[in-house]
């Protein structure tokens, strides 16, 4: 591939060579090791004199092909692929940080990145502090003379919320502070953090990148000098993602960008919906204008994403009604799937923090987050808005927005 080739093209034609059946498509390397031709490449290949396959948990050519191509959609030096979006999330903390460093982190992370920054890291003298991503104002006097890593994602997750790249970008630039985005909810194709600053960007590739909730994966991709302590880190940790997992992801690559255009036109068909509906408080999606950082989401995502958020008028009340009138959508934690599903925060992935601590993140009550699949969007609004209906009938107390 050349740099003339657009990024759809990328995704398609860049592949690993074929193994000499002169197959089209990428075979599967279910392989966990690799033979040499004898005892001097045996010490070449691994002296790094010669390029070459060794060992699956080091490398192997489906995650190979799977890295490269997720390196061309961020714009990336160089990537280290892992078993899950959480295993980037830790590989990352764990290779770059050590004994006595603070991370600054936005503080609506993803739950299971607060589980890491608040039960794990501690155990190795690594601290950190919540940063409120409403007021980029107070950054500055949270950073600590050992503050080595920043840790933010956007959209935020449920409640949409966006923070300003470019603007954190240069914050961290300027403090020799290294800038870790969590880009799930944008997707590469809408987003790309590396080209406002960011040092390394992280996917759980279980989500949009599959896109048809099979199987669980991540990357990191980033910075050289930072991707190699990480490798460093993983390839004798251990966290290495499953060939069977890469091909997968690889071949759901070929049609990332069809996919989340369409995810897009179905979620603002939705978003516009939900926001003239009289039991509806309020829809957040980052490219209605009614979204609080409209003009930041035009400028730094190409489109809104697939994830629509709304609030119910009737609390949380309504929006377990809510959930419980669906027909068609799913019930489920996952999102980035080719069905649309609905999930109620604050009654499961939020009922641990109570309620102050959601409001502290932007969720309320009635909030109910929508993943927006690709079914025909005629069938999505139909189901949201029969399930809107017998949801109010369901409640006790009757409500007007
Ligand atoms: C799902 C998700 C993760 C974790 O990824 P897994 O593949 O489930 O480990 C991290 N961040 C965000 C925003 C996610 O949606």
Redesign the pocket.
Known sequence: MTNQHQIETKLIRTQTPTSGHREHSTSLYMTSSFTFENAEQARAMFAKEEDGFIYTRYDNPNVDEFVAKMCELEGAEDGVPV???????FTALAGLLGQGDHVLACRS??G??HQILTQILPKWGISHTYADIHRPEEWASLVQPNTKMCVV?TP??PALDLIDLEWLGNFCNERGIILLV?N??ATPVLQNPLAFGAHLV?H????FIDGQGRG???ILVGDQKYIDDIRFFARHSGPAMSPFNAWMFSKSLETLCLRVERHCDNAERLAQYLADHDSVNFVKYPHHPSHPQYELAKRQMKRGGGLVTFELAGGLEQGRAFLDSLEMLSLSA???DTRTIATHPASTTHASVGEEGRLAVGITNGMVRISVGLEHPDDIVRDVEQALERSLSKISQPVLA
């Open positions: 078993a899950s979006g959480m295993s980037a999330v992370v993803f299971s990145t994602e935020s997750n969590d799930v909810f992280m759980s590739t279980t989500k669980i994966g991540g996952n999102l980035g």
